[in-house]
């Protein structure tokens, strides 16, 4: 069956430091991966995608994440963190061409400054 | 454009009541999915409509109902509330045609159900 595990429940940084979130998946096909960002009292933002191609993937808000085959991971990150980056962060996984998510527990990111 | 709106946004129940909570998707998108979210279960997708039919459902009990009109809005249904029911429920719209491989989802802000 299809999972996705995040690691870390709580990551603490400080403004301005780098940022990695990991990101384990189990799929037996070629993952559709998906990191989404949920603020206090909203609803999920689509952070980033990957379906195939370049493994190393741009999204919004300056974030990227690397799709590794090898490791099963797409681990997420920030070169430096921002304030308002405090959120909680979930990794997903996508069936082939449904629009169901199967999402990992999350991660909360605090950032002091 | 507006973004996906869900009414309402709070809602108290007591046990055995039903509820019914609804979800208007982005002009033109005709998949509407829900997802429930609880601190101890996480996101869990409940069901997915597309053109008014269901496309794909969730482990959830029977008393997780849903449906969507010709418009594309949906509601879906919590007949015999549990304790348990209480969570934020997300519901996301789509264009719904590629799936989520090349279709982005939008999330609504939510709907809090509360059951005492």
């Known amino acids: 069956a299809q999972s996705v595990t995040q690691p870390d429940i709580h990551i603490t940084v400080s403004e301005g430091a780098s940022l990695e979130l990991r990101c384990n998946y189990s799929?037996?096909?070629?993952?559709?991966l998906f990191w989404y960002v949920q603020s206090p009292g909203q609803g999920l933002q689509l952070l980033l995608k990957?379906?195939?191609?370049?493994?190393l993937v741009q999204g919004i808000k300056g974030f990227e994440a690397e799709f590794k085959r090898s490791q099963s991971s797409f681990n997420l990150r920030k070169p430096s963190v921002h304030w308002s980056d405090a959120a909680e962060y979930f990794c997903a996984v996508s069936l082939l061409r449904t629009d169901k998510l199967i999402f990992g527990t999350g991660t909360r990111l605090q950032v002091f400054p | 454009k507006a973004g996906v709106t869900q009414t309402p946004r709070y809602l108290i129940k007591t046990r055995g009541q039903q509820v019914t909570l609804s979800c208007s998707p982005i002009?033109?998108?005709?998949?509407v999915s829900w997802y429930q979210q609880t601190p101890g279960q996480g996101l869990q997708f409940l069901f997915e409509?597309?053109?008014?039919?269901?496309?794909n459902k969730g482990n959830f009990p029977g008393r997780f109902s849903g449906r969507q009109f010709s418009n594309s809005r949906s509601e879906m249904n919590v007949s015999t509330l549990e304790l348990g029911d209480s969570a934020l429920y997300l519901c996301a719209s789509s264009p719904g045609v590629g799936g989520a491989s090349t279709d982005t989802q939008y999330f609504g802000p939510g709907t809090r159900l509360t059951v005492l």
């Open positions: 799929y037996g096909a070629t993952p559709y």
């Open positions: 990957y379906f195939s191609g370049d493994t």
């Open positions: 409509y597309f053109s008014e039919t269901q496309r």
């Open positions: 002009s033109g998108h005709r998949s």
